[in-house]
């Protein structure tokens, strides 16, 4: 199984930025995807997850600037990100998680290798 996400860059406050994640080597209709982050000096924290049956849940912080989607057909979740704050910057990660949609980072089965998101104030 892999996980390749993609996406992050540079981007001033206030801009967007959209993040993809590619799964390959498994049924991606069969696992809730979720993005988590982690900045400098923190712990990994949820983001947004989508369920195998396209449920979104949201962490409270996120909820109305970010929207999580899947394009099942090209085995790729999204996460598109506005209104970013300098408090956004962080490695973002996809992670996949069969038949759940929690916001438990333990519960995940397989993670991408990070993406970085730097907002500039």
């Known amino acids: 199984v892999q996980l390749q996400a993609s996406g992050g860059g540079l981007v001033q406050a206030g801009g967007y930025l959209r993040l993809s994640c590619a799964a390959s080597?498994?049924?991606?209709?069969?696992?809730?995807m979720g993005w988590f982050r982690q900045a400098p000096g923190k712990e990994r924290e949820f983001v947004a997850v989508?369920?195998?049956?396209?449920?979104?849940y949201y962490a409270e912080s996120m909820k109305g600037r970010f929207t999580i989607s899947r394009d099942i057909a090209k085995n790729t979740v999204y996460l598109q990100m506005n209104s970013l704050k300098p408090e956004d910057t962080a490695v973002y990660y996809c992670?996949?998680?069969?038949?759940?949609?929690?916001?438990?980072?333990?519960?995940?089965?397989?993670w991408g290798q990070g993406t970085l998101v730097t907002v500039s104030s």
């Open positions: 080597g498994l049924t991606f209709s069969s696992y809730g």
């Open positions: 989508i369920s195998w049956r396209g449920i979104t």
């Open positions: 992670a996949a998680n069969k038949y759940g949609s929690t916001y438990y980072s333990a519960a995940y089965d397989y």
